[in-house]
């Protein structure tokens, strides 16, 4: 089968997982049964493919082409996740994995040998859809999310990461660092689809990632007073609605004054009747910014002016600016025919690994849409296979040849 035909095959197979057919958009969230059709999927690939599969102690999926503990230099790691947003795109993630197999399938049929040992990853939780935070899988094997926080997290219907873990026939008491995983790791390179326009308007279908911006998500808890709406003069009101509205203002002019980026995508409101003033209000803010100073000047007036109504602010998550590194990044431009280098306000795995030692970089597929995590997010078959190619090349010269 040519590649065009396997990439069209692997996809599809994928395809139905998870979907909602009347949005058309993807819920494959951490350790649901989406999530775990999509990791019953994947295992059968890397079987298929006589690869040998290491789940390390949060459960993310390691696919390993040769024997990653007999390298002293540890192997070289792609992939991404396969977890996604409520009603996200088909190739946020998945694109990183299957062109990971594929890749390697392409060096396999050019009968490359690999000196250094390669793997496909699969991180599990990537989007934090579930349970609130990003990178979870990645977080907790380097230690920036710790066991303990990790267990306790709750989705919407109060189940614990570790309760779902469980349910899911893991064992939520392994959690933690897991410093033999990492050490397997020499590189990773993670391929992702472009959440941007970067890349049309350089007319490139690859790029390579430099760095991640600062980014990190708060809860904001905002007071109301609950009363009946048909009776209750206006005057004597304390609205959390009203705070909540104002809240989603200041975070725009906050973004708008610091050139950055935040947004409340999320909001809770109690009790949530059409009758009755809210109670309470609870925003979830995402913020993110190029540089430090910018995010923190952000957040700092955010917080300034919610505060003076009474509502407190809460970090959830955080994660420092985080460049790639320089000569791995330089060499993965050179050969890609001088692919345009760019930063991006996305968070991914690939930063997290950055943020913990690993030698990291990115690797973008354009987006015609420029959408990401909606399912108008897209990617040309012909942008995917270029994709699969630059990744083959990528990971044969940092694997080496065998001699
Ligand atoms: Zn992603």
Redesign the pocket.
Known sequence: MTQAGTFEQLWSEIAGIGRDPTTGGYRRFAWTEADLSMREWFSGQCAARGLDLIEDRMGNQWAWWGDPDRSTTGGIATG??LDSVPDGGAF??PLGVVSGLLAIDRLRSNGYAPRRPIAVVNFVD??GARFGVSCAGSRVITGALSADRARALRDADGVTMAEAMRAAGRQPDQLGPDPDALARVGAFVEL?VEQGRDLIDRGRAVGVGSRLWAHGRWRIEIPGEANHAGTTRLSDRRDAVIECARAVIVTRAAAEAYGSLATIGKISIQPGGVNAIASSATAWLDARADDEPALRATVAQIEEEVGSSGAVMTEESRTPQTPFDDVLVSRLAGLLDGAPVMSTG?G?DAGILANAGVLAAMIFVRNPTGVSHSPAERAEPEDCLAGVAALATVLADLAGAEQ
């Open positions: 991404s996740h946020d993630g990537e989007e992702h996305a991914h």
